[in-house]
């Protein structure tokens, strides 16, 4: 592996030893059983070092670790891939239950930029959920008895809270942000780009031992339609669907133009027809559409690339959103798509590298793994992977959580707008930590 790769396959019980071919001796043993399904899948997800990926009660949690990876570097998908292929080269697999998110699966939350790492996850005990189906996987030393989940204690969080959160300015004040913005504007106005997105960060102190899985209940039940994710201590629920791949048949979900909600029925519907309207948003959320769809096509045909874009509501804001389609022309595993996708206009701007260039001049700040893929991956190169939006960095040692928003910048934009628009996309990320206990 590059010096770059920090890549570790955990000890298991017994003399066993690495095998590069499937004719050879397996190092581990992947098992997917059938398992009864639970009414709230989250319930199974013991404390500690865990992972999810969770959408309308549907979707994947795990534990433990069989092989983790962390790398950098602009070829980071790539190595990814590679060592991927190579772990899963050393695996029996025996999967009983044949769906997607069955047999062993990799979770991952890449960077936004490449010199930060990237952290990848093989979780050892992995529960699925679709509709009535459910199904265990566990990832084993041969000879060894895989966990079995019939007695395993559900562990609810629901109705639980932290007991108070201080919260405080990250890297740049609010004023300072604004500042930032105004420059962008101007930088735009000049003609040097088209669009850039200005991203800020702000950190909550937790006064009590902190628990990720409160997070995730609290984010699963007031953003159902979200993908609610925890991966590596990155923990949100992001509205956008960067790529699905699901044999031939490729998705991606592009938001970009936002206005906050008001909670009242007709105000929302006329904010929303305003948002359609819009001139500055629509060429805010045509540029992230342009850059999807013409990355799409480098690997897809029978592309669909609706014309107008719709409005997705959300609990606290909604946004023009436009679902692009396309049929695989060549064998792109989900992680090559990522890579020819990342970074798009809607967390970047356009073009690509002078956006790139603009941000790290502003932003005063690392965005981390913050804006960049996070979801799963399969060993047929099936998987989804959102965008890390509306997320946060846990630090469990000091009961922190650094928490990360973003505003598109056009020609129009105003500081004091985006501000506000900032402030309501970290909702989600201070409701699920300020919520009160219902018991």
Same mark, same amino acid.
């Given at each position: ?84 292929t190579e772990l ?108 850039? $997105? +200005? &991203?800020?960060? /702000?950190?909550?102190?937790? !006064?009590? =031992?902190? *628990? ?6 609290? @984010? %699963? ?32 979900? $592009? +938001? &970009?133009?936002? /206005?906050?909600?008001?909670? !009242?029925? =007709?105000? *929302? ?6 948002? @359609? %309207? ?32 719709? $409005? +997705? ?72 992977f959102g965008i ?50 219902s018991t």
């Amino acid at each position: 592996m590059l010096p770059e790769d920090n890549h570790d396959l955990c000890p298991y019980p017994g003399e066993v030893s690495r095998h590069p071919h499937l004719d050879s001796p397996p190092l581990l043993v992947a098992t997917t059983r059938p398992l009864d399904a639970s009414e709230d899948l989250l319930s199974r997800l013991p404390a500690g070092d865990n992972v999810c990926w969770v959408r309308r009660g549907e979707g994947l949690i795990g534990w433990g670790s069989a092989a983790r990876l962390q790398v950098r570097g602009v070829e980071r998908f790539a190595r990814t891939q590679r060592w991927w292929t190579e772990l899963c080269d050393t695996m029996a697999i025996d999967d009983s239950v044949s769906l997607p998110g069955t047999g062993p699966l990799a979770f991952a939350s890449f960077s936004f930029d490449p010199h930060d790492p990237s952290e990848v996850v093989v979780p050892s005990t992995l529960i699925g959920q679709r509709g009535d189906q459910a199904w265990v996987t566990t990832i084993h030393a041969p000879g060894v008895e895989p966990e079995t989940m019939e007695s395993a204690p559900i562990d609810s969080t629901a109705g639980r809270s932290h007991a108070s959160v201080n919260w405080r300015e990250g890297s740049l004040s609010a004023p300072e942000w604004e500042k930032s913005v105004g420059r962008a504007v101007e930088r735009i106005n000049a003609g040097e780009l088209d669009k850039v $997105v +200005l &991203a800020r960060d /702000v950190v909550a102190e937790i !006064d009590s =031992e902190l *628990d990720v899985r409160i997070i995730l209940d609290h @984010l %699963a039940r007031d953003y159902p339609t979200c993908w609610t994710f925890n991966v590596a201590n990155l923990v949100g629920a992001t509205p956008e669907l960067l790529v699905r791949r699901t044999g031939d048949l490729v998705t991606s979900r $592009v +938001l &970009a133009g936002t /206005v906050r909600r008001r909670g !009242d029925t =007709e105000e *929302d519907h006329s904010l929303a027809q305003a948002l @359609l %309207a819009s001139d500055k948003d629509l060429a805010e959320h045509s540029y992230a559409v342009r850059s999807v769809a013409k990355a799409l096509a480098t690997h897809c045909t029978d592309m669909d690339v609706p014309e107008n874009p719709t $409005v +997705l509501e959300l609990a606290n804001v909604q946004h023009l959103a436009t679902d692009v389609t396309g049929r695989l022309a060549d064998d792109a595993s989900l992680l090559s798509l990522a890579a020819s996708l990342h970074p798009t206009a809607a967390v970047c701007g356009t073009p690509t590298e002078r956006a790139l260039t603009v941000i790290s001049e502003l932003e005063g700040m690392s965005r981390d793994r913050y804006a960049g893929p996070v979801g799963w991956f399969d060993t047929r190169g099936d998987g989804e992977f959102g965008i890390a939006l509306r997320c946060g960095l846990v630090d469990s040692q000091a009961n922190t959580i650094r928490a990360f928003a973003g505003c598109g910048i056009v020609a129009g934009s105003d500081p004091e707008h985006e501000l506000a628009e900032s402030r309501a996309k970290f909702i989600p990320m201070r409701s699920a930590l300020e919520a009160r206990s219902s018991t």
